[in-house]
């Protein structure tokens, strides 16, 4: 394929892929939710637990309202795809500036200290349907 030459058609993907994309994203925002809750503290007030897990979880639902938004819109669509910057690097940029955001947070320390090593490598089993 050269610049300028027109690029593949998208395949048009059915229900059943739409269904299986939209788990795993759910599945790993409810990790990411339930990861929260288990990293507390022993000494922690449920109280306290609480406020994370749903701030968390708004968070989350923030975040995948936001990309989901601008998909919806068609932001990613169209346009001459050789223009540059791409306008995927918008959402590429996005998504890693947010996962490194994420990490560096209290969220992520909160992760980082609360949760075993196994915990942490085991919730990215979730690529292996990308895959």
Same mark, same amino acid.
């Given at each position: ?56 979880? *708004?968070? =989350? ?10 998909? =919806? ?14 306008? *995927? *690097? ?18 992520? =320390? ?19 349907? *990308?895959?």
């Amino acid at each position: 394929m050269t610049p300028g030459g027109p690029l593949p058609e998208m395949p048009d993907y059915g229900a059943a892929e739409l269904a299986v994309f939209v788990a795993v994203v759910a599945w790993v925002a409810v990790s990411a939710v339930v990861g929260v809750a288990r990293a507390a503290p022993e000494q922690e007030r449920p109280e306290q637990t609480r406020r994370w897990v749903v701030g968390t979880a *708004l968070g =989350a639902g923030a975040w995948l309202a936001f990309w989901s938004g601008l998909a =919806a819109a068609g932001v990613w669509r169209g346009g001459d795809p050789w223009a540059f910057p791409p306008r *995927l *690097l918008g959402y590429f940029s996005g998504s890693i500036l947010g996962a490194v955001g994420l990490a560096l947070s209290p969220v992520g =320390a909160r992760l980082a200290r609360g949760l075993s090593w196994t915990a942490l490598a085991g919730f990215q089993v979730f690529r292996l349907p *990308l895959e």
